[in-house]
């Protein structure tokens, strides 16, 4: 069984530009959740998507946001990039969204310069 | 909403020692409590988990408890391993919704 795939691996950009991270979520799984992890800190949630639809979002502004493809894919998109959006952002799928173990990909590491 | 507290934030013990990591949280509707491993470099694994209909579940070296009147779940690692040097996770959720996590527990066994 294939895991969750993301990518790209690491991706670089300059201040004020646009992100896209993408995510294959295990075959079967239909809720797709994104986390940043910033260096020594740890997973903060989000935007969380479910059957196509966006179930929760976390404390972050309106320039995170993301959707899910009706093949459970997802992308998440950051605009107007700012230095501290620099971090390793995680994606992972569960079967369901109710009580389901995540199972996370290797993360998208972005570096803002 | 759901908070969850982990303690301690940094763990340091000898090969072969056990190791234990607490968690509380906050809302008293949370009925799930895995826990997760994050090695160096590499992406959160789940190595555990628990349900409230349940005090204590076991696999090998490893074992969770909860405490569903005080709000508390732990992880014990028995013969702690250097290759269980990492950061640990704790996290809670209630039906359908999202993952809480704590803020993680950095293990690091020394031989």
């Known amino acids: 069984e294939a895991g969750v795939t993301q990518s790209p691996t690491h991706l670089i950009k300059t201040r004020g530009q646009q992100a896209t991270l993408r995510c294959s979520p295990i075959?079967?799984?239909?809720?797709v959740y994104w986390y940043q992890q910033a260096l020594g800190l740890g997973l903060q949630f989000l935007l969380w998507?479910?059957?196509?639809?966006?179930?929760n979002r976390g404390n972050f502004p309106p320039r995170f946001s993301g959707r899910q493809f009706p093949n459970y894919s997802s992308e998440l998109n950051v605009n107007a990039l700012e230095l501290e959006d620099s971090a390793l952002y995680l994606c992972?799928?569960?079967?369901?969204?109710?009580?389901?173990?995540?199972?996370f990909g290797n993360g998208t590491r972005l570096t803002v310069t | 909403g759901e908070n969850v507290e982990q303690h301690p934030s940094t763990l340091s013990v000898q090969e072969g020692d056990s190791a234990v990591i607490k968690c509380t949280y906050s809302?008293?509707?949370?009925?799930?409590f895995p826990w997760y491993k994050q090695e160096l470099g590499k992406r959160p694994q789940l190595i555990i988990d628990?349900?409230?209909?349940?005090g204590e579940k076991k696999d090998q070296r490893i074992a969770v408890t909860l405490n569903k009147t005080a709000k508390h779940f732990s992880l014990h690692i028995t013969e702690t391993q250097p290759e269980d040097s990492a950061v640990y996770f704790c996290?809670?959720?209630?039906?359908?919704?999202?993952?809480?996590f704590g803020k993680g527990t950095m293990l690091l066994v020394s031989p």
């Open positions: 992972a799928s569960s079967l369901t969204g109710y009580n389901s173990p995540l199972h």
């Open positions: 075959s079967g799984h239909t809720s």
């Open positions: 998507y479910d059957e196509g639809e966006e179930r």
């Open positions: 809302d008293s509707a949370s009925n799930y």
């Open positions: 628990i349900r409230s209909n349940v």
């Open positions: 996290a809670a959720s209630k039906g359908y919704s999202t993952l809480t």
